[in-house]
């Protein structure tokens, strides 16, 4: 059994309405919050969408599915298309819509200004459809009272129907996420038996179970699966850290409630480090962990309201807020804090290395030099005999000799003040026999 040892640094905030809520499980460290980078406001009522590099797959209800670009400020949309949309997911290359209608469209968006449908799925009875999930060869879709709809999607132009994980009577399906290295489909029901289930892709068309984790009081309402190891998964009032290494034997790392919070619609996870929950009124909670004790830490608010979708990629933040649009925020969060000590001293320069005639032509100002500031009581070593006059213009001649000091490079009007000023060079440093090549660095 792998342990996660945790601590919480943060700040707390009060809770508002209509805000975002982000949860964060801190591994030892935390820093940072959210900050919106851009927004669209579409002109539908936005449900889920779909992240591919630096393009964004929105269902826009029945105003389409948009192509918007987040690499654009301000964000813009590219392209739409005509058809009616509750969830959208991608494989090789192409956008699978799917909506209240049960039908899925395969979308051609290799030209994302002119998204165009190349093919649809037979009608069908099953309605409902509001989340989407693909793999390289099939789609699965979770439609409320009719379970996971799925869809051979092997032939691009012509998506078909091929099987069904039925709900019980009374259950509705809620969510659904693909652990793609492992091949594992789980599904969030709720209702009667409020289970998440484990499933083997092994038979795609036939997907066996594999086993299950039974919630303790409320319905689940949407599941994150970060990592192989752990699903994440949100009821209306309480988030559950399933370790779900072994599916036959998914068990329950941490239980919570998060205070009074409660109408929790989705959630979202960057790892086991950071954990975003959206809720009805349409925030994202900032909450830290110590130990077993969640605590709201911090309350985004975004002005959208609604069960939506969201989701976290890199270190950003994208939900669909319904009528307040597509909104984008960046997470800093990501790392834990630089404790490193900064030095002043230049890293590229050694002062042991560096040759006197390599510094002197960048350093002086030829203009500005004045060999009166080499006065003799400044420049001459405190080994002088008593009342001997040094050389007016010279400090020991016989120590500079043109071997040291190349008459092109240290000619004397070409020494700057500055370069034997007190505060770097001490006088007792210009002794004869003592003036070292590295105190000209």
């Known amino acids: 059994l792998k342990l996660q040892f945790l601590y919480f640094i943060g700040c707390m905030s009060r809770t508002t309405a209509a805000a975002l809520t982000v949860c964060m499980w801190i591994p030892f460290s935390c820093s940072g919050a959210l900050v919106k980078i851009g927004e669209l406001d579409t002109p539908g009522t936005l449900q889920e969408f779909a992240i591919k590099g630096t393009l964004a797959y929105v269902a826009d209800g029945d105003k389409g599915v948009r192509v918007l670009d987040t690499s654009l400020t ?27 209608d049960g039908v899925l469209h395969c979308i051609d968006v290799s030209n994302p200004t002119l998204p165009l449908v190349i093919g649809s799925s037979p009608a069908s009875s099953g309605g409902g459809c509001h989340a989407l999930q693909c793999t390289a060869t ?16 092997s032939v691009a132009s012509a998506p078909t129907e091929v099987g069904l994980i039925a ?12 652990d793609s290295a492992k091949g594992i489909l789980y599904v969030a029901e709720a209702g009667v038996y409020k289970e998440v289930h484990a499933y083997s892709l092994s038979t795609p068309t036939a997907p066996g179970i594999l086993g299950k984790y039974i919630l ?13 190891d752990n699903l994440f998964v949100v009821s209306d009032d309480e988030i559950y850290e399933i370790q779900v290494q072994d599916p036959a034997m998914m068990v329950a790392f941490r239980q919570s409630r ?30 830290g962990n110590k130990g077993s004790f969640p605590i709201v830490v911090e309350t985004v608010t975004t002005g959208g309201q609604g069960q939506y979708g969201i989701l976290a990629v890199g270190t950003r933040v994208y939900y669909a807020a319904g009528q307040a649009g597509f909104l984008i925020y960046d997470s800093a969060v990501t790392s834990a804090p630089d404790t490193a000590v900064p030095t002043l001293v230049p890293s590229t320069t050694a002062p042991n290395t560096v040759s006197p005639d390599t510094l002197v032509p960048s350093t002086p100002a030829p203009s500005t030099s004045s060999p009166a500031t080499l006065a003799p009581n400044t420049d001459a070593p405190t080994s002088l005999p008593v009342g001997a006059t040094p ?16 008459p092109s490079t240290l000619a004397p009007d070409t020494l700057a003040p500055d370069t034997l000023a007190p505060d770097t060079l001490a006088p007792d440093t210009l002794a004869p026999d003592t003036l070292a090549p590295d105190t000209l660095a």
């Open 391 to 406: 050389a007016p213009t010279t400090t020991a001649p016989d120590t500079h000799s043109p071997a040291t000091f190349a």
């Open 74 to 100: 301000p964000l813009a949309e590219l392209g739409s298309v005509a058809v009616s949309t509750q969830a959208v997911g991608t494989s090789n290359g192409y956008v699978y819509s799917i909506g209240q």
């Open 216 to 228: 303790s009081s409320t319905d689940p309402k949407e599941i994150a699966l970060p990592d192989s």
């Open 258 to 287: 998060l205070g009074s919070q409660s109408g929790f619609t989705g959630v979202t996870s960057l790892g086991l480090g950071t954990v975003f929950i959206s809720t009805i009124s349409g925030s994202l909670l900032v909450v």
């Open 167 to 178: 709900v019980p009577s009374g259950d509705t399906c809620r969510d659904i996420e693909i």
């Open 138 to 153: 099939h789609a699965y879709s979770c439609c409320l009272n009719t379970g996971v709809r799925i869809f051979d999607i």
